[in-house]
């Protein structure tokens, strides 16, 4: 590979992952507009909280308070491990190379939706925990990235000052 072709799938993904964040604050700016405070501040801590404790560390934390009530502040939490989710497992580039198997997508299609959030929330866990120390490093990076462009996005999409977080 050439030095111009590597730059170029570089900035491929760059554009990819600036994309998707856009796509994923502009829903929340249009949908959940009652949770912009709460999602703004939570995906602004999400570095240091994966710095701090790493990835399967930070995932966790956030699996754990996400809450499935809508009107609760909590549903932030859900929808950053969501788009978290989605993004590393489906519509990276190099989390298609991390995860070379993916999602099963008739869990996806199954009858009981609930029986399969719970299995995909599952799923995205143990895969996380499962990889292999370079790939590790490598899902940590680009989940870093990825946030450093949602809290790029939310800063000028969600409104607010710099003391609501």
């Known amino acids: 590979m050439t030095l111009n072709r590597f730059r170029n799938t570089i900035a491929d993904m760059e554009r990819e992952r600036a ?9 929340i700016a249009s949908e959940y507009s009652h949770l912009k405070k709460n999602y703004k501040s939570y995906v602004r801590k ?17 699996f754990s308070k996400k809450d499935n ?12 491990y969501e788009q978290s989710q989605s993004w590393l ?40 925990i499962n990889l292999d120390i ?11 990235a990825l946030y450093k462009w949602m809290a790029r996005f939310a800063e000028g999409m969600l409104g607010g000052d710099e003391k609501d977080g």
């Open 134 to 144: 370079e790939s590790y490093r490598l899902a940590t990076t680009e989940l870093l």
């Open 46 to 62: 999400l570095p240091a909280l994966i710095k701090a404790n790493g990835l399967a560390g930070a995932i966790a934390f956030v």
């Open 19 to 27: 994309k998707y964040a856009y796509e994923c604050v502009e829903s």
């Open 69 to 80: 009530d809508k009107s609760k502040s909590d549903y932030a939490y859900k929808l950053i």
């Open 89 to 128: 497992m489906e519509k990276s580039s190099l989390g298609k190379l991390l995860f070379k198997n993916g999602y099963d997508q008739t869990v996806k299609n199954h009858v009981q939706p609930e029986a399969n959030q719970v299995q995909d929330d599952k799923r995205f866990i143990e895969n996380i």
